[in-house]
């Protein structure tokens, strides 16, 4: 079974940043598609950044386009998530997540659903 550990996670002030990532372990080959996702509590987890690793593209929700940047490094079998500009409303935790399956990445809209694999998380607070 593939491992994903997310790491990174903290409480920063608006405005500011934090780099996200997630290292895979133990079998890794089902990783075609990959994504980061955050959930608030009482409220549906929601896809954050996608990562179509084999066709080489991302993509983005409207609500951090701009600001958020997904990036791999494989040499480290490690994803990133970098957050610029942060507000409050990024306030959420966020979950590694990823799949063998490619249809998962080939909307360009993240369905959890679609992802087998998850980490356990990491924090991510924002404060005015």
Do not use: H
Not at 7 to 24: I, P
Not at 87 to 115: M, Q
């Amino acid at each position: 079974q593939m491992q994903l550990v997310e790491s990174g996670g903290g409480s920063v002030e608006t405005g500011g940043s934090l780099r996200l990532s997630c290292v895979a372990s133990g079998y890794i080959g089902d990783r075609i598609c990959m994504g980061w996702f955050r959930q608030v509590s009482g409220k549906q987890r929601e896809g954050v950044a996608g990562i179509y690793r084999t066709a080489g593209r991302s993509f983005y929700a409207d609500s951090v386009k701009d600001r958020f940047s997904i990036s791999q490094d494989d040499a480290k079998n490690t994803l990133y998530l970098q957050m610029d500009e942060l507000k409050s409303e990024d306030t959420a935790k966020y979950y590694c997540a990823a799949t063998g399956y490619a249809r998962a990445c080939s909307s360009g809209i993240l369905d959890d659903s679609g992802f087998p694999f998850w980490g356990q998380g990491t924090q991510v607070t924002v404060s005015s």
